[in-house]
């Protein structure tokens, strides 16, 4: 009542010295009631009006971007769509730094050869190119398309084709959630000081739409960088399962006697003890054979707890001496 209330009719309860704890019973205090509740309604109405046009900006690039997304999880093979990004990339490289009618004087030749290096890891002769009779950007344009192409070649018959394309599925989807998500915060950012625009006699509604389009438009710009440059620099190890790179270190122990003299004569190997994998184990070396005992447990040394027991049993040491 006392922001959207009649005045008035404060005023007159005021006068009347009613009590708190007196009912309030008249038609023009009834009527107030009901205008101010109206009021009050209709401002929360436009609240939430006003919050549902906000969302509705996001909502739009939420769609493209799950759809883009759902179209990328059902597709193996990405290599068309990186392939785009990176003829992209050069396009927006080429018209930024070699414009449409400006000398070749202007060209920011430098600039270009360095978002190259950058980006593929190409060290290319951009500027004797760009000192060539005649040369346009088309040229250079074509140039650079050529040798990415081929970067990505043989990338691709070094690592396999299946490999490679595992490879891009796997850059492509976790760059592209990254982005979406930077991208949500920062419009949530935007969000929190959009208001502030009204004091500048601006809709805060329609700065928010351009500012979050060009936020969008910078979303895919730094999404095709990020794929085509991680892919342009990314170096692969391949690495041997567990179980071929013990039989070749055993094939090597084999064939090298000198290695597998060594690894004999060394008194902290035990390849009788499954749970050290047949590699040296930590543990004092046993005495010397002519003096072991069988009978005298004190001459054994250390034995391993899988090992055949000295006694002659025949069971394993932790089953027989060892298990006390």
Sequence with gaps: MRIFGNNKVLDWVQKKGMADDEALTHRWLNKALETAQ??????????????LRFDDVMNSQRKEIYKERIELMGTEDVSETVAGMRRDVIDTLVSRTIPEDVYAEQWKVAELKDEVQRLFGLDLPVDQWAKEEGIADEEIRSRLEEATE??????????????????????????????????????????????LR?????????????????????LLTGLREQVVALLATLQLRMEAPPEELTRQQMHEV???PTLASAM????AFDPADPEGGGVATLHRPRTAKAA????????????????????????KFKHCHGRV
């Design 254 to 256: 084999h064939e090298d």
């Design 292 to 315: 072991l005992d069988v009978n005298d447990p004190s001459t054994w040394g250390k034995v391993a707890r899988n090992a055949p027991c000295p006694c002659g049993s025949g069971k």
């Design 38 to 51: 109206g009021k009050v309604e209709a401002r929360n109405f436009e609240i939430r009006k006003n919050l």
């Design 150 to 195: 081929r970067l990505f070649a043989q990338k691709a018959a070094q690592y396999g084709p299946e490999v490679w394309r595992q490879v891009e599925k796997s850059v492509l989807m976790q760059l592209f959630d990254q982005s979406w998500k930077e991208h949500l915060l920062h419009l949530d950012h935007l969000r929190q000081g959009i208001g």
């Design 264 to 267: 004999r004569d060394d008194p």
């Design 198 to 218: 009204a004091y500048g006699q601006k809709d805060p509604l329609n700065e928010y739409k351009r500012e979050a389009f060009n936020l969008f438009n910078d």
